[in-house]
């Protein structure tokens, strides 16, 4: 793929490496503590520098020096008048001694006597060493109290802080995300470009009168690559892109999402053209008055404010507002409005070839081995977001490590699409035969009916293998469908019958294994009747789905329709319901020997695929059956092979 619009400014990729420098220090150099580590090291380094001396010197009485002067075993002594010390020097090293000064002064005339050099010293007092124990409680009481000080203004900072926008700012120096990372959407890509070509020259739309839109609201299912194509625009953009997301708005105190709004408008006005995207805008976005508890609470000021922004009693052109969000049935109509987010755009599920030029982005990167085609890939995908593609891509290549290969084989993507549409297999699960051939004749009708329907889904696999929640799985690819006519969902009524009857027809009893089927068949005929009009005696009449009460909206409200037209629409329920069980019935009658046939297969091979189970009914007809659908030979209660002892099928199988 190729951007729809080159790149601003060339990026070099080691700028995403480097990381962001804090604001207030400095990009290089030592750390804070460093100072103070080395101020304690100073200070203990005068502390106990007196206490140690380089070497041990003896210490004699007065009178043994003057023995020794006496032997001339002195040559000279040095007097210290401060602390009255005598260092005297002596054939044999440095001898010291202590005497009071007038005794000093009295020998004198002897030390001359015997030719011995003396001299007084009186050294000068040392003002730090002496002060020093005094100044250094004083000096750590000082400290500790400006330390307290500096951290109860950092806290009061904090505090203040908490109304400041938490909006990450991206340049057009910080390398992202590309239209090129963006596979397909092109219709969606270029009212977003128009958006980014304004920003970068404004003139031109102003020489024509044109106004670009004021907000843009990106609309669709999860997975589809809202936050992608708002991080594209980033990328793209050369002017200033804001990005927040709508939880950021909400603190636990009062007043504190509007203050940040305030201050993302802001700064965004700061910066003269900018584009602001807000995430997830359905956390502050929703309809104001649904609350029980009143309407003043703190996420509608939140609104009012951000309502109040984007009208602007200032002129704010340059500036354009993005938000995003998977449901906006429940945003407020004034945040809908023209003159705020007057431009939807709608992000759907990706098409077959928007798929594939998907898939080609995720597998840029990948070792795909020679029998890997994309296309069939994509063509095998319907329903998958570009999120569940991205992760498809990667089961894929998990897949491949596990098996120890170099490169990345097709049947490591079925695999993939198994593991993420069927659940992990889990081979550890023992079923007994009786309750293996239960699942094999359940899911066996489901694969006839789906095989044998002409307006139902493409059958894919069928196996008997436990893989996730279920015993086994009959697995259909969907067509690409936008509309599904009536025919095709009573289509899927008998096929989503099509187990309980096989086990019905086969064993003469039922089982739970019905219930995941016979839920999901509840609620689509209850969509058909309600909701779609599909109902002769309902008639052209239809009611929305009643979904869960949504912070107290409608849930004081009454039900739309009175209680003779709610027993009508159980009586048609079951009415659809019956009609296309006998259908279903019908239907594994006429094949009962094809159904034979698929739970044979089953039983021996434990996974067949759509092609083998068309082929095994068709083969299966053509060799003939019985006026009643039979074949001739069987066992008197309808089993395949008599086991010895039968077991209750007491598990939850299910689809």
């Not at 695999?415 to 009786?434: F, H, I």
């Amino acid at each position: 793929m190729t951007p729809d619009s080159p790149s601003p400014s060339p990026r070099d990729p080691r700028d995403a490496r480097k990381p962001e420098r804090r604001p207030g220090r400095p990009e290089q150099g030592w750390p804070r503590w460093s100072a103070w580590a080395a101020l304690g090291l100073l200070l203990s380094f005068f502390l106990v520098s007196g206490l140690f001396s380089p070497n041990e010197i003896e210490r004699i009485s007065y009178s043994e020096l003057r023995d020794r002067i006496a032997q001339g075993e002195v040559e000279s002594i040095r007097y210290n008048t401060a602390s009255n010390d005598i260092l005297a020097e002596t054939d044999d090293g440095e001898v010291r001694s202590n005497t009071p000064p007038e005794v000093y002064a009295d020998d004198q005339d002897f030390y001359r006597q015997h030719d011995v050099r003396y001299e007084s010293d009186t050294p000068q007092p040392n003002l730090i060493a002496s002060l020093l124990p005094f100044m250094l409680p004083m000096l750590l009481l000082i400290g500790f109290f400006v330390w307290m000080q500096r951290r109860a203004s950092g806290q009061m900072g904090g505090i203040m802080q908490i109304g400041r926008s938490k909006a990450k700012t991206y340049t057009t120096e910080k390398p992202g995300t590309t239209f090129a990372d963006v596979a397909g959407y092109d219709g969606v890509k270029q009212e977003i470009t128009e958006v980014v070509d304004f920003l970068k020259s404004p003139g031109r739309f102003a020489a024509i009168g044109a106004r670009i839109p004021k907000g843009v609201l990106l609309v669709g299912p999860p997975g589809t690559g809202k936050t992608l194509i708002a991080r594209a625009v980033a990328g793209e953009a050369g002017v200033p892109f804001l990005s927040v997301t709508g939880s950021d708005f909400m603190e636990m105190f009062v007043g504190v999402g509007a203050s940040r709004v305030r201050d993302l408008f802001q700064s965004a006005r700061k910066m003269g053209r900018a584009i602001i995207f807000v995430d997830e805008i359905d956390s502050i976005g929703r309809k104001r008055g649904a609350g029980l508890g009143g309407g003043h609470d703190e996420r509608e000021q939140t609104l009012n404010q951000m309502l109040s922004e984007m009208d602007g009693f200032e002129a704010t052109e340059g500036i354009v507002m993005m938000a995003a969000t998977n449901r906006p049935d429940i945003l407020d109509p004034a945040l809908l409005r023209p003159g705020r987010f007057d431009r939807q755009v709608v992000v759907p599920l990706p098409e077959a070839k928007e798929r594939l030029a998907i898939l080609e982005v995720h597998t840029k990167d990948k070792k795909l081995g020679d029998d890997v085609d994309l296309e069939v890939v994509a063509k095998g995908t319907p329903g998958m977001s570009g999120a569940d593609l991205s992760n498809l891509v990667n089961e894929a290549a998990l897949f491949a490590v596990r098996r120890d290969a170099d490169r990345i084989h097709m049947e490591d993507f079925d695999a993939a699409r198994d593991r993420m549409l069927m659940g992990q297999r889990r081979d550890s699960m023992a079923l007994s035969d009786t309750e293996k051939e239960i699942v094999a004749y359940h899911e066996g009708g489901h694969a006839v009916c789906a095989a044998v329907l002409p307006h139902a889904d493409p059958l894919h696999k069928v196996t008997i293998l436990p893989s996730g929640m279920a015993l086994g799985v009959t697995q259909q690819l969907p067509e690409e469908r936008h509309l599904y006519r009536q025919d095709y969902i009573e289509d899927s009524l008998v096929v989503r019958l099509g187990g309980r009857i096989a086990e019905e027809l086969v064993f003469g009893v039922i089982s739970t294994g019905a219930n995941n089927d016979l839920m999901g068949a509840t609620e689509l005929t209850r969509k058909m009747v309600r909701e779609w009009g599909m109902s002769d005696r309902i008639g052209p009449m239809a009611w929305g789905g009643q979904g869960q009460v949504f912070l107290g909206e409608d849930l004081m409200s009454s039900r739309e329709y009175s209680d003779e037209t709610a027993r009508v629409i159980d009586e048609e329920i079951e009415r659809i319901l019956r009609e296309q069980e006998d259908r279903c019935r019908d239907t594994l009658r006429h094949h009962r020997p094809g159904l034979d046939a698929v739970a044979r297969a089953l039983l021996e091979h434990e996974t067949i695929d759509g092609a083998e189970v068309r082929r095994l009914v068709h083969e299966a007809q053509d060799e003939g059956a019985g006026p009643d659908g039979r074949q001739p030979a069987r066992s008197t209660d309808g089993r395949l092979d008599e086991p010895a002892e039968p077991e209750a099928a007491t598990s939850f199988l299910q689809q």
